[in-house]
């Protein structure tokens, strides 16, 4: 297996954590970051699979005509859109 070294800037909070993490898994900073981002390769990776699995042939044109036939409505109470400046 071929290992590429990529310089990494972590937020001292995040870093401190990741320390504690692999500190109580018992294996090294190094190790731990490697596990954690290969673990979030692999669940972006299968949720892409699903996904392009369950649109089978269909296409984003075919999402919009589906989308094209939602009636137009107000949203619910609390499901509002904030407008432009809100935080």
Same mark, same amino acid.
């Given at each position: 297996?071929?290992? #590429?070294?990529?310089?990494?800037?972590?937020?001292?909070?995040?870093?401190?954590?990741?320390?504690?993490?692999?500190?109580?898994?018992?294996?090294?900073?190094?190790?731990?970051?490697?596990?954690?981002? #290969?673990?979030?390769?692999?669940?972006?990776?299968?949720? #892409?699979?699903?996904?392009?699995?369950?649109?089978?042939?269909?296409?984003?044109?075919?999402?919009?005509?589906?989308?094209?036939?939602?009636?137009?409505?107000?949203?619910?109470?609390?499901?509002?859109?904030?407008?432009?400046?809100?935080?």
């Amino acid at each position: 297996m071929s290992k #590429a070294t990529y310089p990494l800037k972590l937020p001292l909070s995040v870093k401190e954590a990741a320390v504690r993490l692999a500190k109580a898994d018992g294996v090294s900073l190094n190790q731990w970051i490697a596990s954690a981002v #290969a673990q979030k390769v692999g669940a972006v990776e299968t949720a #892409a699979d699903f996904l392009r699995k369950r649109a089978g042939s269909r296409s984003g044109d075919d999402f919009s005509a589906v989308l094209e036939r939602v009636p137009s409505s107000k949203p619910e109470e609390g499901d509002e859109l904030p407008f432009a400046g809100e935080h």
